[in-house]
């Protein structure tokens, strides 16, 4: 079964430290990638996604992700968080080829970052 | 604004009742789905629709059941058939069914089986 992982359920971080975020997923087909966000009260809102083409691709906020298919592997960077970074990250990856418009989401990483 | 309404926001249920949660968006979209969040589960995909009067089963319908008799609603009703209700809902939506459309999402229903 296709499956999402984000080892990292809970990452604390100062203020300006740099930000990784691992997602591997397990399909060996063509995927579409994406990273969400969920702060604190709010709505999922999608950050980045990977299509096709670049596979460095770059989201809102400063945010990216870089798609090493070698690896099965979607991790999210960004070089310097804020307080306001401060959410739920899910990784979520869609089967490209199948009929279905679903989704398969990870666990959600929380970050925290410490003024 | 164009967006995806869900309500209400909250709910308390009675065990053995049934609930129905709104979904409504005006974003044009063909396809809807209904997910279900649970702390360290991620979301789970309940049901989803890619066209009016049609809708497929996702990872964990038992216990669920779903509409779609308009374009932009897309109802979930919780049976009391489901075992374990307390979570929260979210509704979401996309352009349509095919490979490469971003899903956006509802701000979710909370409810709690008491």
């Known amino acids: 079964a296709q499956s999402v992982s984000q080892h990292n359920h809970h990452v604390i971080l100062s203020e300006a430290a740099s930000l990784e975020l691992g997602c591997n997923y397990s399909?060996?087909?063509?995927?579409?990638l994406f990273w969400y966000v969920q702060y604190p009260g709010q709505h999922l809102q999608l950050l980045l996604k990977?299509?096709?083409?670049?596979?460095l691709v770059k989201g809102i906020k400063g945010f990216e992700a870089e798609f090493i298919k070698s690896k099965f592997s979607f991790n999210l960077r960004k070089p310097s968080v804020q307080w306001s970074d401060t959410a739920e990250y899910f990784c979520?990856?869609?089967?490209?080829?199948?009929?279905?418009?679903?989704?398969?989401f990870g666990t959600g990483t929380r970050l925290t970052v410490i003024p | 604004d164009g967006g995806i309404t869900q309500s209400p926001k909250y709910l308390f249920r009675k065990e053995g009742q049934n609930v129905t949660l709104s979904c409504e968006q005006n974003?044009?979209?063909?396809?809807m789905y209904w997910y279900r969040q649970d702390p360290g589960q991620g979301l789970r995909l309940i049901y989803y629709?890619?066209?009016?009067?049609?809708?497929q089963k996702g990872d964990i319908a038992e216990g669920y059941s779903v509409s779609r008799e308009k374009k932009e609603s897309f109802p979930l009703t919780v049976t009391s058939a489901q075992k374990n209700p307390t979570a929260f809902y979210l509704c979401?939506?996309?352009?349509?069914?095919?490979?490469?459309?971003?899903?956006?999402f509802g701000e979710g229903s909370w409810l709690t089986v008491v």
């Open positions: 979401a939506s996309s352009i349509s069914g095919l490979s490469g459309n971003t899903i956006y």
């Open positions: 399909y060996g087909g063509t995927v579409n």
């Open positions: 990977y299509f096709s083409g670049d596979p």
């Open positions: 979520a990856v869609k089967l490209g080829q199948t009929g279905a418009n679903n989704l398969f």
């Open positions: 974003l044009n979209h063909d396809a």
């Open positions: 629709s890619q066209i009016v009067n049609d809708f």
